[in-house]
């Protein structure tokens, strides 16, 4: 007896994840940033390099993320006709899920004319005009700016789309060479490894930005501010809400049977660093690593996330819609149905156009009613003080929309496996903080260790 439990193999010790100290601290310096921004406005303002730099660090790591986990998820998929399925799927949801949120934020907007009885200023008038943007550009110009100028320019220009044209011609080009491609895919595959601990390494200083960026939001617009337009973000908030949790939440139940509020639940610390630093961008790292955790494929991931983060801006929509709306109302001249659906289809289009220009909500306003309906220009001034608020509620609406959709999206191309996904949402299976990555991936992405399996468990 005394023998076998001296020869019987320790258990391995549990890993203790730490991280929860990480987002107790974000909370806690929110709160602070606040406190900072009310009592003292003018110190507050100066903090915003913060924030902003923590936001550029986790930018920073954004396209070699994107490129290895397109080429992992391309190159070990045998058929090319599936890469191209999963992408026409996500594309027409995408603009179907697009033109349902101009129309949830339409019926809103006519109910609650939020707009009537205000009173423009020339200075109000001027601010509107400077946030007309020269940088978001026409369809065609748009379409011939996501081809890089060079293909390493692609990882040091900042643009998502040129990342992922690069990375679907590095995946297919790898999925032609077969056997021959498996040592590249092996190196690419550490190579995502190291990309992933040094974001985990970037994410403690998500307290520091968060504080910057929250004190200066909270300094520089205040209570003021925010007083005349409490009915429109009010109204932006609640559709907002009802979009992910009625239409979205109703759409995930039928489709994929996934409870929505169980989904959000595991996005939590994903929700809680969007609402610090206003950014969806600052968490698009986190969300493709833990919707692969989660069981949705390698592929699905790759194409329906980066692709999402331009072409699926739920959020956006609305905002655009209601912004719309308040201005026409505000200037004394509400359109009619007849004029708000053109306008509200031309910025579906423009705004499409401007994906990755900073501010783009507000510029990306400005410059479609300068091109369509010129006159609302003069009220874009009205909302400049609470866009930062609003901007919140854009980047965490367009975050769920896109975690929803890479669920649908892999449903209806059976690249999920859903016992996974049960077993993930309950915390049977606790998603890796301190790597970002599932120990057991290691031989997942290697064509001829799997062949055409579906990578669900990937």
């Known amino acids: 007896m005394a023998s076998t439990s001296r020869t019987a193999p320790a258990a391995p010790a549990a890993k203790r994840d730490r991280t929860h100290y990480l987002y107790i601290a974000v909370i806690v310096a929110v709160a602070c940033g606040i406190a900072v921004g009310l009592t003292a406005p003018d110190v507050a303002v100066e903090l915003k390099p913060l924030g902003k730099g923590f936001v550029s660090l986790i930018k920073m790591m954004i396209s070699p993320i994107i490129f290895c986990t397109i080429v ?46 205000l009173h423009l200023t020339n200075a109000i008038k001027q601010v509107g005009h400077d946030q007309v943007s020269s940088d978001a550009l026409p369809p065609v110009d748009f379409v011939l700016s996501i081809i890089p100028t060079t293909f390493v320019s ?62 200066a939001v909270v300094g520089s617009a205040g209570l003021d501010a925010l007083k005349s337009l409490a009915v429109l973000m009010f109204g932006f908030y609640v559709t907002c809400f009802l979009f992910v949790f009625v239409v979205l939440g109703v759409l995930l139940r039928l489709v994929a049977g996934v409870n929505v509020l169980t989904l959000l639940r595991y996005l939590g610390r994903e929700f809680l660093l969007i609402l610090s630093t206003s950014s969806s961008e600052s968490a698009l790292p986190r969300l493709i690593a833990k919707m692969e955790h989660l069981g949705v494929s390698k592929p699905v991931v790759g194409i329906t996330v980066p692709t999402g983060y331009s072409f699926n801006l739920d959020g956006t929509m609305i905002y655009m819609t209601m912004a719309s709306l308040y201005i026409a109302d505000a200037l004394g001249t509400p359109m009619s149905v007849g004029e708000q659906i053109p306008l509200l289809l031309f910025l579906l289009v423009a705004s ?107």
């Open 72 to 117: 992992l998820g391309i190159g070990s998929v045998r058929k090319a006709a599936k890469v191209g399925a999963v992408g026409g799927i996500a594309l027409g949801y995408f603009l179907a899920m697009s033109l349902v949120a101009l129309s949830i934020g339409l019926v809103v907007g006519n109910v609650l004319h939020p707009g009537e009885g």
């Open 352 to 458: 499409k156009g401007a994906a990755g220009v900073s501010g783009a909500g507000l510029a990306t306003l400005a410059g479609g009613l300068q091109s369509h309906k010129p006159a609302l220009v003069d009220g874009v001034g009205l909302i400049v003080g609470i866009d930062r608020f609003m901007s919140e509620a854009r980047a965490l609406t367009n975050f769920a929309g896109n975690a929803v959709a890479t669920v649908l999206v892999g449903t209806w191309t059976k690249e999920i496996d859903q016992e996974r996904v049960r077993q993930v949402l309950a915390g049977q299976l606790p998603f890796d903080e301190t790597t970002l990555l599932d120990e057991d991936t290691a031989s997942a992405g290697v064509p001829g260790q799997g062949d055409e399996k579906e990578l669900a468990t990937a």
């Open 154 to 215: 692609a990882f040091t220009g900042g643009q998502v789309l040129q990342t992922l044209l690069v990375a679907l011609l590095a995946g297919f080009a790898l999925q032609v060479m077969g056997s021959a491609g498996a040592p590249v895919l092996r190196g690419i595959e550490h190579i995502q490894r190291l990309v992933f601990r040094v974001l985990a390494m970037v994410m403690w200083a998500a307290p520091i930005g968060a504080f910057g960026a929250i004190a």
